[in-house]
């Protein structure tokens, strides 16, 4: 029996935003550009990577995400345009942005990420930014035409996105890809 597990936690997302992440892979598949394409069904919206965790750390893990959602409430956020990380001159990354303009999301993984650092686990050096990967670019091949079409993708207005539930996941890498297993949920409040 292995004595780590690859770990994250994070938001699992409605099924109108895995149906609008579908939608916008389609109309840039065609492009022919070099990219791995999240699975719809895999999609999220990750609050803290955790790497490859000791599997005696996951109870603290588990209590300290439960403590760290005691005092949040029940909100909803919305789907905001796509993008790409780092920039559209050196796109590494495409995503779809969640409003986070109330900085309650940026709050909760704050608030992960310090409970989290008490416990052992390093910070994020990168401040938070409320997106949900899309697709990993893997070569420049056709980028110009792909980030021309991100800039020229609308999403549809008004996708909401209840926040009710934080996952703790195990991530187990495939030949097909990740899988994913809810490992423990914390609800607000």
């Not at 303009?101 to 709050?107: D, W």
């Not at 609308?154 to 809810?182: A, D, H, M, N, R």
Request: proline share 6%; aromatic share 6%; with cysteine.
């Amino acid at each position: 029996m292995a004595e780590t597990i690859r770990a994250f936690i994070a938001i699992e997302l409605s099924g109108q935003i895995k149906e609008t992440i579908r939608n916008f892979q389609e109309r840039l598949k065609p492009l022919g550009c070099d990219v791995s394409w999240v699975k719809p069904e895999n999609a999220h919206l990750t609050l803290k990577f955790l790497g490859d965790v000791k599997i005696k750390m996951i109870p603290s893990v588990t209590e300290t995400l439960a403590n760290s959602c005691r005092d949040l409430r029940f909100f909803d956020t919305t789907l905001t345009q796509p993008g790409v990380f780092p920039d559209l001159r050196h796109p590494r990354v495409v995503w779809i942005g969640l409003d986070d303009t109330e900085g309650k999301l940026g709050q909760l993984a704050g608030s992960l990420e310090t409970a989290l650092g008490n416990i052992g686990f390093r910070k994020e050096k990168r401040n938070f930014r409320a997106h949900i990967t899309v697709g990993r670019i893997r070569a420049l091949k056709n980028v110009t035409q792909l980030c021309d079409a991100i800039k020229g993708f609308t999403v549809p207005s008004g996708i909401k996105q209840s926040v009710g539930q934080i996952t703790l996941f195990k991530s187990t890498l495939t030949p097909q890809g990740p899988v994913y297993e809810p490992l423990s949920q914390s609800k607000p409040g």
